[in-house]
């Protein structure tokens, strides 16, 4: 079996850690790149969201490269990403590829394909192995959501100075190449000690904060989103998400050990949203209400166009807006946008953020 | 008091229900009237831009009602069935309406939007799902005996529908006029989408009662000809459940559809809407592979009337073309 699946972020490190550790070859599909939206836009419906034809053009470039097996994840809805596979699955076939297609769907959305899909995965291996190639993936996709966020932290400050990028380079290199867990731990803790020391060394200076929210695909895939957070970093901007892998993870596979997430997000989000609304929809409005509680400077809300859930939010979002006084930047994004002129709203949203920041720390010396 | 009832989105599905409802516990339901180009314009004006057509058109005729009537029910629906859902738009539709409204009236605006939850069936059997200022104001005897008749105009109506009666006639009949039915020809044509873009006049340009008339005489079809029950079990042997209710409902009528025997199907899908894009799929594959001719329309603010007469006209010339092809095909 070769198996393929599609990019998100990092995703594809933790992914390929675990499906070599079940005994699979492991086709990882060329980082996304032009090609990629092409055949996704040229294939997929006119009207489907951003994430679906980047899902495809990653299986078409991963099939081309010889992959035989995609394996996708599922959903029981309203978000639409519960039935991509199935739309997928029959544009590839047309298209003439001879593949199987294994669905991660959860329980209850009515098809035996999660543990069909299990069981041919994890066939190979012995239960020790498949909890060793788990615990593996599962080391790496916090060490990554970890790295990152002290990185988004440290960065703005310490760039324009290159090193700390290429130190943040060999980290994820590091961590992908690296497949004993005490000695990820290790790159990790050489990785926080080289950043911190960077960090030392420089001058303070103000820096904005910045919280990205939003749909998660666009929001951790920084091909789609134009390098958002790198971009933030080098205007000097601390970038936080609350979105990331390991919260996934943990919110929608193990709920039941990791309720916070869910609090946190009804708690939040029930003055202006308190329904469920598919998607990540509530999630964007309590963690705005959180930035204007913790007085971040503004919020980017990053969506692909058309996409259900985010639309929702976004109804709600100027009034917290209104209420807290935080800016917000809305991306809404599909494979027409362009980044010269998604740079440039950026760069004028930080302008703003900062003429704001003066005027309230201005303020706050004359009190 | 009056209470506004928007005629958009799934009144179309509920509408003469929630008024007979309103009307049980002596209440003045206000239905605002059909979608005109000022309600378009006005919904497009406070909706978020990357809103779909309908949702637009809802903000627009709550708008519209907000100085006619003293409070608006706006419905939170979470689905119609166990385990599907319609779209979230639906789950969030009050608060897209509140963000509307308070923009247009202030924090008051707010304030006079009254929002009725359901999730499958609870509209007519659960009581809490009421917003409470209703249920505070008239008291469970009468809430009791609302609800009851509301179900039952339910079901009458929506048996109306099924024989083919459109949204407004059947309103009509309910009202107790009387509604000639009209002649059908004998080529079937089955016409499907969302509730709300085929039997809003406006949005369709009235493309039902169009293709009714003399000059091209069809008989027409709509999922709401077909009961739940045949929509269902046309999909049964999907791979995976669609877990969207309409969007099930039309993959299912395009399947009954075509043991009718209709010489085509016209898809009336609206713009930027979520779930068809990936349902339209569908249905395109579906009909290429049964060699159905196939229309796909999408529904959006600009869709001048020429343009789409145009593209229908072309659309029924293709299919007679079509269908003489096959006569000859058989008689050779
Ligand atoms: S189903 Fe489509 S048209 Fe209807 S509200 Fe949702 S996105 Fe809009």
């Known amino acids: ?367 | 008091m009056r209470i506004g009832l928007p005629r958009a989105l799934l009144y179309y599905w509920f509408g003469p229900a929630w008024k007979a409802f309103l009307q049980e516990i002596r209440l003045m339901p206000v239905v605002s009237r059909m979608t005109t180009k000022e309600i378009l314009k006005q919904g497009v004006r406070v909706g978020v831009d990357e809103a779909c057509l309908p949702v637009k058109v809802y903000l627009g005729h709550c708008l519209n009602l907000m100085s006619e009537c003293d409070l608006l029910l706006v419905p939170r629906i979470v689905n119609l069935r166990k385990k599907e859902f319609i779209c979230p738009k639906f789950m969030g539709l009050p608060e897209m309406v509140k963000a509307a409204v308070t923009n247009e009236y202030g924090p008051e605006g707010k304030e006079r939007v009254l929002v009725w939850k359901s999730e499958h069936r609870s509209f007519w059997d659960a009581p809490p799902a009421l917003p409470d200022y209703l249920r505070k104001l008239a008291g469970p005897g009468k809430i009791k005996t609302g609800l009851h008749r509301a179900k039952q105009v339910f079901r009458e109506y929506r048996a109306l529908l099924h024989q083919g009666y459109l949204p407004d006639e059947a309103e009509e009949i309910l009202a107790g006029k009387n509604v000639h039915r009209r002649e059908q020809g004998a080529a079937g044509l089955g016409v499907i989408g969302h509730p709300y873009c085929l039997y809003d006049h406006f949005l369709n340009m009235s493309l039902l009662t169009l293709l009714q008339r003399r000059e091209y005489n069809y008989a027409v079809f709509t999922p709401e000809l077909f009961s739940e029950e045949e929509l269902s079990a046309e999909v049964a042997d999907l791979a995976k459940p669609i877990f969207w209710t309409l969007g099930r409902r039309m993959l299912g009528a395009v399947r009954a559809l075509r043991k009718k025997h209709v010489a085509g199907i016209i898809h009336l899908a609206a713009f930027a809407c979520g779930p068809e894009a990936l349902i339209g799929e569908l249905i395109r594959r579906e009909c290429q592979s049964y060699g159905l001719p196939l229309l796909q329309i999408n529904l959006d603010e600009h869709s001048g009337e020429a343009g789409l007469l145009t593209r229908i006209e072309a659309f029924l010339d293709l299919i007679n073309t079509h269908a003489h092809r096959r006569e000859g095909i058989g008689c050779g």
Not at chain 1, 54 to 64: D, K, T
Not at chain 1, 103 to 112: C, E, N, S, Y
Not at chain 1, 268 to 287: I, N, R, W
């Open chain 1, 1 to 367: 079996m070769r198996v393929t699946f599609p990019h998100m972020g990092q995703l594809s490190i933790p992914v390929k850690a675990l499906f070599e550790g079940l005994g699979h070859e492991v086709v990882v599909p060329p980082v996304t790149n032009k090609f990629t939206f092409e055949l996704g836009s040229k294939y997929a419906p006119e009207f489907a969201c951003l994430p679906f034809k980047i899902n495809l053009g990653n299986f078409i470039e991963a099939l081309e490269a010889g992959a035989d097996t995609v394996v996708m994840g599922g959903g029981v809805g309203p978000c639409r990403f519960g039935y991509y596979a199935q739309v997928q699955r029959e544009i590839l076939q047309d298209l003439g590829y001879n593949f199987q297609l294994l669905l991660l769907d959860p329980p209850g959305a009515g098809t035996k394909e999660l543990s069909k899909a299990i069981k041919l995965l994890a066939e190979a291996a012995s239960p020790g192995r498949i909890l060793s190639a788990l615990r593996l993936a599962w080391v790496k996709t916090r060490l990554l959501d970890e790295g990152n966020r002290l990185y988004r932290m440290q960065a703005p400050y310490i760039l324009p100075d290159n090193t700390v990028r290429q130190i943040y380079g060999d980290f994820l290199d590091q961590i992908d190449r690296e497949n004993r867990v005490n000695r990820l731990l290790k790159i990790y803790s050489t990785f926080t000690v080289k950043i911190n020391q960077l960090r030392k060394e420089v001058k303070p200076k103000p820096v904005l904060r910045v919280k990205i929210i939003g749909e998660i695909y666009m929001v951790l895939e920084p091909k789609v989103n134009f390098d958002l957070e790198d971009r933030l970093s080098e205007l000097g901007v601390e970038a936080h998400r609350q979105i990331s892998m390991s919260g996934w993870v943990e919110e929608h596979l193990f709920g039941v050990f990791f309720p916070h997430h869910a609090k946190r997000r009804k708690c939040l989000a029930k003055p202006y949203l308190s329904a469920f609304v598919g998607g990540h929809g509530q999630e964007t409005v309590a963690e705005t209400v959180d930035a204007g509680v913790n007085k971040y400077d503004g919020v980017i809300q990053v969506l692909p166009f058309t996409c259900m859930p985010e639309i929702v939010a976004q109804s709600v979002l100027p009034e917290i807006s209104r209420d807290f006084a935080l800016p917000i930047l809305y991306l809404v994004l599909d494979e027409h946008s362009a980044e010269a002129g998604i740079h440039t709203r950026l760069e004028a949203f930080v302008d703003l953020m900062a003429r704001k920041k003066r005027a309230r720390d201005l303020r706050a010396k004359i009190m």
